[in-house]
């Protein structure tokens, strides 16, 4: 190789060692960008951790609403003792599950789960005695979080009408 290739290699290399890493400017536009990025992403993050923690009370108040219906099966009456129920559910940091009779244990139950934060919606199940055979259940979920109660839903007037939810209370499907 010549001594002149050899001497604008090496000169080359040198340069190049010059121009490594990043300036200050970069490194603040690259904080910046992160930055914002974060305060666009974290409201949503946060919906969706509160969203999470509702699930529980969903699928908790749904599970509650089956196993009475199973209970009823087997006993003619409905239960306001959840730990009688057998299926494990208990108060959490984020929801206090109650049952309670409607008229009376024998037509129907409502299965709630009171909110203990004010970022939470509460939840409101009820199933109640349709006919002799026959159970009818629903879920209901409050249209505003705050931490407080739950309401019970409406017994059907007749064998062939709905339940239905409080007036704060939309149902789920």
Same mark, same amino acid.
């Given at each position: 190789m010549k001594t002149e290739l050899k001497a604008k290699f090496l000169q080359h290399l040198t340069i190049k060692r010059k121009d490594e890493g990043f300036t200050l400017i970069e490194l603040l536009v690259v904080i910046i960008i992160i930055? !914002?990025? /974060? $305060? !666009? =992403?974290?409201?949503? *993050? +946060? #919906?969706?951790a509160s969203k999470a923690r509702q699930s529980e009370a969903r699928t908790n108040v749904g599970a509650l609403n089956r196993t009475q219906q199973s209970y009823y099966l087997e006993n003619q009456s409905f239960t306001d003792n959840i730990t009688t129920l057998g299926i494990g559910i208990k108060d959490s940091d984020n929801?206090?599950? %109650? =049952?309670? /009779? @409607? %008229?009376?244990?024998? %037509?129907? @139950? $409502? #299965? +709630?789960?009171e909110s203990r934060k004010a970022d939470l919606k509460?939840?409101?199940?009820? @199933? *109640?005695? =349709?006919?002799?055979? #026959? %159970?009818?259940? !629903?879920?209901c979920e409050a249209t505003n979080a705050a931490a407080g109660a739950a309401s019970a839903p409406t017994a059907p007037a007749s064998a062939t009408a709905n339940a239905t939810c409080p007036g704060t209370y939309t149902q789920m499907k």
């Open positions: 930055g !914002i990025l /974060s $305060a !666009i =992403a974290l409201p949503s *993050f +946060l #919906n969706q929801y206090k599950y %109650t =049952a309670a /009779s @409607v %008229t009376n244990l024998s %037509t129907g @139950v $409502a #299965n +709630l789960a509460a939840y409101s199940g009820g @199933v *109640f005695r =349709a006919d002799s055979q #026959n %159970t009818v259940s !629903i879920l």
